[in-house]
């Protein structure tokens, strides 16, 4: 495996946390023949339950329409725990937890158009995000030592940021 290969090396390695739009896009495929395998059932409970301001359960139900997907675009769950333990597992692999910052920047923690233009690919502002985990955590990690005249506030990079009118 390369992170065990990377962490006997001493060469560090960051590895972010997988991120989908959870709450905005319905599941593509559903299974029709049980309610509680119906990705498009529990997709459907998690909007009642988000409308009626029950954030907590409206975000388990949309993971778990998310989970229940049977056309596989949006990584499963499984995945980020791998990823997790990988970065618990060996010296020098680090994690940047982008999916915890892209719930800080979506209403009630749960990701949606916020942040995710589609399924699974960031927006605009999701990218500035990602960057800015990625950066954060080679600070942190004395990989990076900034220049405090030369670096820039994420409020700055947005602003910053090259758009044209493809992105917007």
Known sequence: MSARLFSKKNIPVFIGNLVSNEKDLKPFVSDTSKADQSASIQYDRACEAYIKGDYAQAK???????????????????INDVIYNLTSKYQGVHLVDIKKAFEQFSP??????????DHLHPNFLGYAIM??????????????????????????LLDRMPVNKLIL
Not at 137 to 154: A, T, V
């Open 60 to 78: 388990q139900l949309f993971i778990q329409a998310k989970e229940l997907d049977l056309l596989r675009f949006r990584a499963p769950e499984a």
């Open 108 to 117: 009630h923690g749960i990701i949606g158009n916020e942040t995710i233009i």
């Open 131 to 156: 960057s800015d985990c990625f950066y954060q955590e080679l600070k942190r990690q004395n990989i990076i030592i900034p220049d405090g005249i030369k670096e820039i506030s994420f409020n700055r």
